[in-house]
């Protein structure tokens, strides 16, 4: 008997117990899809969480005053200034743009509404740095900075909240008894880290320092931290050690940290492949459940057709033909199995770019790989019962019926 005849023979016996081959089946099924759906998920999730950084800010660096160990801050008595900010933008080239930052949490009101929030003092850098885009109006400029201007950019829930279906456009607000008149509104950035952006204010880095904070130092205007954009990834590494180098040379000493949100985003990828990675082992563990119930199945089978075999030995099959035709049986079955949960785990994908924020992604590779375990698990569990159909004495066989 030839390939082709211990196929056609295999079809007909599986379709003559639909049933039967149907729960067979089930296992791999329900492996495959699962395997298959957390595989494209996770790469989902990789890349909205790639976005999602990315989004707020292109190759950025972000310099904290004090060192960090184990313990927390260290040095809490080192401060930025704004100087320091000058020396970087006019002597580090890998660094595109700069933004100094004072934050201060603040009551906004016009009229009787009022909102308490994080009002932001920077300069006009934050565009670039946070990718921020203006919804209506402009952003503050350089001589604005200068003359410390009282104007600030609403992020468009607190412009909701104070304005309500008004145009906030050229209305004032309070903030510390100043009147702010606002001259911008960015567009909607969403939250990050528990920092809802679109609830921020922006002023004026010298507003903030001669109005609203009142922060001074001898050394000059203290800041929070500053956050920082290399010219492209290449030059991230660059604008670190620059950075580094120019701010050591002017404090005397490394007091302060330079934390690159690349490594951030690198940390979070891997932390997400690790957990996709787990999850597709778990659901791995279904594959197998699923090889099992093809061996039970054709053990059963075996059983079953035990007068069959010892009928077809008799008329002269040989084992190799008997072996050959249960371990094709079982290979079919976690074939068929393995493409249809292939297509329910790339038919879930597909609701899930549908009603969530995620683009899954399956790659041909992916399904291959999947189709081609299943084949296998059915061709490593089909080798006992089919061994034990080839061994089968041919006079016991034919009198067991």
């Not at 994080?118 to 503050?140: E, K």
Request: glycine fraction near 10%.
């Amino acid at each position: 008997m030839n390939l082709t005849e211990s196929i056609n023979m295999s079809v007909k016996t599986l379709t003559a117990n639909k049933l039967r081959s149907t729960l067979t089946m089930l296992g791999i099924i329900i492996g495959n899809a699962s395997v298959i759906a957390i595989v494209a998920i996770g790469q989902g999730a990789q890349r909205f969480t790639q976005q999602k950084l990315e989004a707020f800010g292109p190759n950025q660096l972000t310099i904290y005053a004090g060192t960090f160990d184990d313990q927390g801050l260290t040095n809490e008595a080192a401060e930025l200034v704004l100087t320091d900010v000058e020396a970087i933008t006019a002597q580090s080239p890998a660094v595109r743009e700069v933004a100094p930052q004072i934050e201060a949490s603040l009551r906004l009101s016009h009229q009787s509404r009022s909102k308490q929030t994080y009002v932001t003092g920077t300069t006009p850098g934050i565009l670039y740095v946070r990718n921020l885009q203006i919804r209506q109006g402009r952003f503050f400029g350089r001589l604005e900075q200068q003359q410390s201007a009282q104007v600030v950019i609403l992020g468009p829930a607190i412009a909701q909240t104070l304005f309500g279906r008004d145009n906030p456009l050229g209305q004032f607000v309070q903030m510390n008894n100043y009147n702010f008149q606002v001259i911008g509104v960015t567009q909607p950035k969403g939250a990050l880290f528990g920092i809802n952006y679109d609830e921020a204010a922006y002023v004026p880095i010298t507003t903030m320092v001669h109005q609203l904070s009142g922060r001074r130092s001898p050394n000059g205007i203290p800041i929070d931290f500053l956050e920082i954009s290399a010219q492209d990834q290449a030059s991230i590494r660059a604008a670190a050690f620059q950075i580094t180098n120019i701010l050591t040379r002017r404090h005397g000493q490394q007091d302060f940290t330079v934390f690159a949100n690349k490594s951030f985003q690198d940390l979070i990828t891997q932390v997400t492949g690790a957990l996709s990675l787990l999850l597709a082992a778990i659901a791995g563990i279904s594959l197998l459940v699923g090889g099992i119930g093809v061996m039970n199945i054709m053990l059963v089978s075996v059983t079953e057709r035990t007068h069959e075999i010892g009928l077809r030995k008799a008329i002269g099959a040989t084992q190799e033909a008997i072996l050959t035709q249960f371990l094709i049986e079982a290979v079919i079955l976690s074939v068929t199995g393995g493409l249809i949960g292939t297509g329910i785990g790339v038919g879930g994908a597909a609701i899930v770019a549908v009603l969530t924020p995620l683009q899954p992604g399956v790659s041909a590779s992916a399904i291959a790989l999947a189709t081609g375990v299943s084949g296998s698990i059915g061709l490593i569990f089909g080798v006992i019962p089919a061994r034990q159909a080839a061994q089968l004495d041919p006079i016991i066989a034919l009198r067991s019926t």
